[in-house]
């Protein structure tokens, strides 16, 4: 697919306004912004400085914090827009929770969790679009260390099962410059970040970190740092595993 | 249903563990408690007693308390049971959460999210039962304030679309009590009740009390008293209405 | 003393105000309100209603919770007055700790540290006037259960060495009607008490309670409920010693 | 004093352990190490690997965290040691918090508490003392840039009132470093480390930190940032304001 390669080509020094005007403008509506609920916010204050439309959706796992929940609603109110949840499905859940318990990933990880609370109905959103635009960082782990600022999106299958690409235009911005853009534009951000928190995710696989600790071991930290990705960004380990 | 009225008759003075006792003997597996994550974990300590195996489903809307997940852990341990947990359907929710918002209930009444979030997974749940157990207690609303220990649930459809019976077994019991059998006996409790928390629902929906301030007051707040229920024991609400 | 026991039977069934203001009109100046930091701020607006000056001080410990100096601050703010603060000596509260520890009281006891941190500084406060007025009520505790509404305090010295009276105007005024007054005016309170918190005292002494649970359970938990004075009502354990 | 200037000389590029041997060495119980109940946590460790016996101090301001308190009873109980607390004069705090409330500094500055609450009771301990050894880091603030490993304290006076030396063992340690020692040596930190606070001091005047925020905006920020310091370190603002 050239004209992903041809524009990670073109966009790899363009700053986040560059890249996410650039996916608007190519992708129109089959684009959408994936917003976590943590400090990811800042890339809609860039796609609101495009002045073009946009669309954001989020993964509500039914597990989220109380205080991310709260943190939605301030930022629809803030930059008003609607924010397009996506829910597992009950079936999935109730099969699961009910064999295991609500804590199963304490004991045989994360991904059968993740694959039902995060995956599928990212699945099911993504089945919608042609492009998607995550808050990715390289400095986020060693396993995001190589994130490209676009890329063909092999995990997943878009709109009409066409391809899919993926667009992180934080992927050279260090967390500092994030937490600078957060602070000096006033924007909304998750109480949880008052508390220690960093990388936020679902409440049981989250926890504060320590000062001067990295924000990943605050991810499911009785797991290995190689293996924490939820199965959004599966194309990181593939990549890696076949490196 | 001369049956119910019966049985009625006959447990009005009984126990709570001759109640669930009756309850289980004449619908074994047909049978199910009804467990809310708060005080109601009485319930489960009188079904214990009676010495017969019995069935507990549980409502998981998606937006408890963190602390309420791990009370189901802590009571799944304790009892070593499964809860029966049941979720809400994603599109049904996807479908307000998109179009009003995580919080539309602080505006227009919690009947329509309690609706998606608990009535409708109730209703799928006892759909596959003849009976039913709750926590229903006469000094925790005015509007709960007949409920009888036995009486045929009008709002639900049980089995084969058959009748379905609804066991109150602390009807008559005050909350006094309750709390001197959880303490008494070392039950497990949510912890939330440590912080103030009496009764205790969906985590927006839910606050602490003040000392001496009745425990309804910490449901709901911004509705009127007479409208507190959830759907779930609708029919407190209609006969009300229709007297 | 026939001029105390006079006004024990002269106010035997008035209400807190008139009580109140019977102490303000016949010791002035030199009578004060002891103010905990907890519900016992009806006394202030009590005294408030019968218009006349009145003076108020407060034991500040220095192991008092955050949220009791913040609401401290905002008593000062409501009522538009200041309290006067009393703190411990500072060789005492050294002799003490550098001995024993921060938290001596969880093994030998709380009398040693309430009579350094609250005992001591209150007989400071108490020698300069002729009367007090506190906040004791007879259903807080066992102990407690026979407090008149006047008495002669026996336990500590006033003015010139002088009789110190001992005024209790919420001895017969149940727990429920001082939140009721509290919630019904809008007075001011500690925000511990929206968070289980019944009675206040040191942070280190003091928890919240469950549900239906005594308030008392929530001081010195780890002592036999008979021995649950500070030291400020010693008399109230002296008598009963007595009887 | 040419003793300083060549221990300075000589420990510049020492560790922390042997600029504390030296300091043990040279004062033995003449010198005392100042713990604030924060990461200088470590202080006491290197000091135990001197294998010299060492006293500790800390300023108990009578408005720290509960969290710090008990901290204060971990550190005693794993390094075996009695913390020499130092406790503020009553009158003083009484006429400073009667006259204006507990919450002054917010008004007009904190030096003001901190005189009362600090200084004083830290020139009392000094008093005592030829020698002290603080956790002051280069990394903590502007006004710390060039602290150097040993200097003569000259705003205290010692012993017989005679001259006070000052070692900071921490000043060439990176904050990254402290907390990389605490976690891999399994030191006791306090909990507030858990909720997103770094430098920690008293309850009203420290607060959390957002990520990548540096430690010191958590400290009296409503105050510029050249004049943070309470007093116990002052030399480090006369000599930068001489400069």
């Known amino acids: 697919m050239s004209t992903i390669d041809d524009l990670a080509k073109h966009l790899a020094t363009s700053n986040p306004v560059e890249i996410i005007g650039s996916a608007l403008a190519q992708f129109g509506p089959d684009c959408a912004i994936s917003f976590s609920g943590a400090e990811d916010v800042v890339l809609l204050e860039y796609a609101r400085q495009t002045g073009k439309p946009f669309r954001v959706f989020s993964l509500d796992t039914g597990r989220l914090h109380p205080e991310t929940y709260r943190f939605f609603a301030k930022v629809e109110e803030f930059f008003k827009l609607k924010i397009e949840y996506c829910f597992p499905d009950a079936q999935e859940v109730q099969r699961m929770v009910r064999a295991k318990g609500m804590f199963s990933f304490y004991q045989d990880g994360h991904h059968e969790c993740c694959g039902i609370r995060k995956v599928e109905p990212l699945r099911r959103q993504l089945a919608g679009l042609r492009a998607w635009i995550t808050g990715q960082r390289r400095d986020q ?64 696989c989250t926890r504060a970190v320590l000062p001067s600790q990295h924000e990943r071991e605050g991810r499911w930290w009785w797991e290995d740092a190689t293996k924490k990705e939820c199965g959004l960004h599966q194309a990181n380990i593939a990549k890696d595993a076949s490196a």
């Open 141 to 204: 782990s060693p396993i995001r260390a190589s994130v490209p600022v676009v890329q063909l999106d092999g995990s997943f299958v878009g709109k009409d099962a066409g391809p899919l690409a993926k667009f992180n235009p934080l992927a050279n911005i260090p967390g500092e410059e994030v937490w600078l853009a957060i602070r000096g534009l006033g924007l909304p951000y998750n109480e949880l970040h008052d508390r220690g928190f960093v990388s936020i995710g679902c409440e049981p």
